[in-house]
């Protein structure tokens, strides 16, 4: 207040205090009488409910809205850096688009903040400043235990498919029994950077392993495989591991890949924590993969429960208590999300194909997805047109596609289902199969936009036995409640036996599900996420480029048979290419869609001065025309000594399936193919096989391989043939002059295979 300096001073200050009065008077007056007898008691109640914590403060509102504002600033800056989503660092994972599909982790972090004072260099931190802090560990915590750093891997190596359905189902199991999609990773090995497999990173790996070729890693594994190989010491140290092996014991090398995994995983220091389960195709694969199945994803999850400090994961509640049903397998959840275009954005598609037709690669290298459409010059029957087996002879083209191959290659078809198969399925499920779409993430190998015919034609496998997880997929579309009781019956444990009967070996095609179980309707995007790939067919190559300048040729016999149920089934790619076969007799311009496969071992020796003994019986023989080719071109240019080449051959009747004969009488004939010894197995009462024909030779031959070194062939059938003609081999080396023990000539064969002496390419 300024000081009084004179009288006037004085009255001024009398005349505003006696207004000051008056107006508080006034409004104090009826302040007093009337708002405060209701707004005290209100208060008072305010006061109270504020103490008891039932209502919040003025203060904490205040600050409930600072952390309002705070919170939104840092699910802006998380989304900025995207953090959230990043995958497990080190593998393509196939469940990284479903971070993208699901609930966002900043999304599940929006809760109420507490307010409390936490302490920084001992000095209490209060009010906003200590929220924002609580509010960053809440989150990183939320996100850890979302994105934890310890992850379970879930693993494959599978040529055709298996191995990759059965991991998917573990890695449903894990993702369901322990309460988040975001534990679990599930990858072919190849996408794993082995330097992962940490106790930090990946201390638990269930993995799937089957072998290809003879003994040989599948594609998908190839680069990992060589890689662990060539680790010593005890890299994977910390790691806990548990695997399916999937082989069939009618190759010689039974479960090659799955066996050497394990050994190298526990060389390197890992530790098995579960059974070392072995599922032969000759038994069937089900049991022991359901087994084993159950009896991993629980011992997985006890050692990941141990190792985070995590608690749950009850593995026992799953498979299908609630439908009344035991040991059914788990209802994959759905990866992908489908985008329907309009009939107008689908235009262009409908005719669309997956790939361009015209794509040529400067390298010549090409693969599934991008294949080189090479165009079929000329095509041969070897069987005449009245034979119940077909066996084609088919020459591509090759010009400017800058694909180089070698005797011995195979390459890949990417063939195409029915069309008569595929639009029975399109009229069953009233689907218009122009509709087009795309999808979230790829889906194996289909390029987006597709039309759903094009899909089912070209991408998806429609034919091969359903396995159970697409019959529970189908069960669970099944309008009619007793169709989808019978169906999940068939796939529960008590189903076992119907499962067998009516689906291994009644070997039903999808169309033939729809009809036994008519209320079955799926959604279009079900069936083209669930439904397995088409997988691409490989034919060996039968020539040699050095004589058959800008062409590739092949044979292949058309697969028709009938099942137990009397169904009369045929092979996808080999009808295909008969009625391309067709078309081309027409006139018409076919182009068919392929890649290289080339063979490491299975290749002619660069030197000729060695003895080659080739056997391969029906189609089988194919590579031999390429190494026989290959052989005479190589002889014409070198003045080395040559060494003996021997063909064993077989087929039923000189007069019906006599594949490649004018080349090789013709090559034998002019002394470039030493001997030529066929086995016709139908011109007489007794089968004669190669092996019996190698029996004649056995003292020669056993001479050849033992003395001279020779290399040893095989190609064809790996299910009967390949064994016969190996254990022939060994009975040679056995009554040879070295007269082998059985166990030697065991592994003298084992030594002649390691060192690329004895090479086998066959296939079931
Ligand atoms: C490296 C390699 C090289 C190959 N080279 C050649 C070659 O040069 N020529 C050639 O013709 N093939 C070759 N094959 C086989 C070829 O890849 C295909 O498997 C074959 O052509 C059949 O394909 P598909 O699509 O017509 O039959 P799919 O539709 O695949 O049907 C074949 C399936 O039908 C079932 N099946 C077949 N016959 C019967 C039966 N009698 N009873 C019950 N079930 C049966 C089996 O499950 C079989 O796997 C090769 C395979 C490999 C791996
Ligand atoms: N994945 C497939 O579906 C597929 C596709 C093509 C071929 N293959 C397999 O590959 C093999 C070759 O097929 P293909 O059609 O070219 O020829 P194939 O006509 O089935 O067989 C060629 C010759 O081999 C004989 N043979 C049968 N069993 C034998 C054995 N254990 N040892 C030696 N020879 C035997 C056959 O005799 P008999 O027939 O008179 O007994 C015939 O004379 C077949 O065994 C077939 O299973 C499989
Ligand atoms: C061409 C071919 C070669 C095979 N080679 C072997 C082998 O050498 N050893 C073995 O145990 N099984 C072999 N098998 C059997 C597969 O490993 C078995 O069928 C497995 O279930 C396939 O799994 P996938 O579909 O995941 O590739 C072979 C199968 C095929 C078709």
Sequence with gaps: MAPLSSVDDFVDLVKRNTLASVLCALVGFPLACFVLPIAAPLALVYYVLVQQNMVPSPLALQRQSAAKAAETKVEEEGKKAG?????????????????????????????????????????????????????????????????????????????????????????????????????????????????????????????????????????????????????????????????????????????????????????LGAENIYWDAEADEVDGLEETVDKWTEGAVKAVLKEYNALTNRSGGNVEAKGGKDSGFLGLPALLPRRVQFT??????????????????????????????????????????????????????????????NISYKPG????????????????????????????????????????????????????????????????????????????????????????????????????????????????????EDLIEFLPALAPREYSVSSASQVHTGEMHFAFSVVEYETVKGRVRHGVATTWLSKLAEEVEQGKTVRIPIFMRPSKEFQHPESISKPIIMIGPGTGVSPFRGFSHYRSFLQSRSKQDVGESWLFYGCRDRTKDFLYEEDFTELHEKSLLNHYEIAFSREQAEKVYVQHKMQDHQEKLGKLILEKEAYVFVCGDGLHMAKDVHKKLEDILCTSDAAMTPSSAKSYLQDMQKGGRYVRDIWS
């Design 83 to 267: 953090s959230d989503t990043t995958p497990a660092s080190g593998v393509k994972t196939e469940s990284e688009g479903k971070a993208k599909a699901g609930a966002s982790v900043v999304g599940k972090v929006a809760q109420r903040p507490q307010v409390e004072s936490s302490v920084e260099g001992g000095r209490p931190l209060t009010g906003g400043v200590a929220l924002l802090r609580r509010m960053r560990e809440q989150k990183a915590a939320q996100a850890k235990r979302d994105n934890p750093d310890k992850k379970i891997l879930v693993a494959y190596a599978s040529q055709t498919g298996t191995a990759h359905e059965i991991a998917k189902v573990v890695h449903a199991q894990i993702a369901e029994s322990c309460g988040s999609a975001k534990i679990p990773v599930l990858a072919a090995f190849n996408d794993v950077d082995i330097d992962t497999l940490r106790a930090d990173k990946f201390p638990l790996v269930a993995f799937v392993a089957a072998s290809t070729g003879d003994g040989d890693p599948p594609d998908n594994t190839a680069s990992f495989y060589a890689k662990m190989l060539r680790k010593s010491d005890d890299e994977f140290k910390g790691v806990k591991y548990t695997c399916l092996g999937l082989g069939d014991s009618n190759y010689t090398r039974f479960m090659a890949v799955p066996r050497n995994m394990r050994k190298k995983f526990q060389s």
């Design 340 to 401: 329907w275009l309009s009939a107008k954005e689908g235009e262009g598609v409908k005719k669309g194909l997956r790939f361009s037709r015209d794509h040529v690669d400067g390298r010549g290298s090409y693969g599934p997805l991008a294949p080189y459409f090479a165009k079929v010059k000329s095509v041969k029957r070897v069987t005449p047109a009245d034979y119940e087996k077909q066996i084609i002879h088919m020459e591509l083209c090759l010009e400017g596609s």
């Design 409 to 524: 290659d195979a390459f890949g078809v990417l063939p195409e289902n029915s069309a008569d198969l595929v639009g029975k399925i399109l009229s069953y499920l009233g689907e218009d199969g122009s509709k087009c779409f795309t999808t979230s993430e790829q889906l194996n190998s289909i390029q987006t936009p597709c039309s759903i015919k094009d899909a089912l034609s070209l991408h998806c496998d429609l034919t091969s036995p359903p396995k159970k997880t697409l019959l529970r997929m189908l069960a669970e579309s099944c309008g009619e409640e007793k169709e989808k009781a019978s169906l999940l019956e068939m796939i529960s444990t008590a189903g076992k036996e119907r499962y067998r009967k009516e689906i291994l070996e009644g070997q039903p095609n999808l169309l033939d599900i729809f009809q036994a179980y008519p209320s079955c309707k799926p959604h279009a």
